[in-house]
């Protein structure tokens, strides 16, 4: 959607929801914030709606206050308290419908107050610092590489089983997130530093445009070399955090990928 566009959408939803009553705040989140990074052509909507006490149905089951409702394409309620909807036009939005004492299971971090009739901006701040407190990001280094460590050793286990699909998953999303959980922690960016502190996979090619080429292959790779990557990364990138026993674990992992399962060494 073009800014021109985006920009009229958000209005004219500001402008449907204002004068409901039951209405207490709409809280705009990541590119909708236009705080830390602005919206682009692929942008979605994404907010919260918060409401008085027992109006949270209203807005999760009628869609009269959507700007442009008679051009959804799909829509279907995510949670009982969100929905996406698909316009024709391909664009996105996906909400949230928060009474306030239910706001404290919000998780954000990039955010802002488009309306606010309660003055609720100090509750909200405190809501994006405890996010920020709680985010994998302030994981310690060893919890962080002792779960990159051990999805690898499950996964290849789950390859040499036959479980193919479960290794990939095991591998290339949860060991590569902790991967990059890491990377985020203890390697300073050299670009915009608008990390995603819900998602590490989000905006990395801008912060990290150096290392992009090397994720991008371990991500291309056959499962047993992309787990070999991601260990050779370690030790390229990450030594200085690598405490002994780590290393060790390391080196056996190694060998392990490339050892037949039914070897003396790593049992039958």
Known sequence: MEL???HKFTKKLCQNLKPENDIIALLALGSMAEKDHDPDLWSDHDFS???KKGSQEKYINNLFWIPDNEEVLFTYKESANSRKIIFENMHLIEYAVFELENLKNLKINSYRLLIDKFEITDYIEKIRNDTSESSNLLEDNKVLMGNL???IFIGIGRYKRGEKISAHYFIKEKALRQLLLLI??????SELNNLDNLDPFRRFEYNYPELTLEINQIIA???FSAAEKILGFLNDYLSKI???SQRNTIDLLSDYIKSDIRSDKFGS
């Not at 985020?184 to 960016?189: A, F, R």
């Open 184 to 189: 985020e922690k203890n390697i300073e960016s």
């Open 149 to 151: 460590l051990t999805n």
């Open 221 to 223: 790779a056959e499962l």
């Open 49 to 51: 709606i918060i409401v």
């Open 242 to 244: 690598i405490n002994s």
């Open 4 to 6: 021109k566009n985006y």
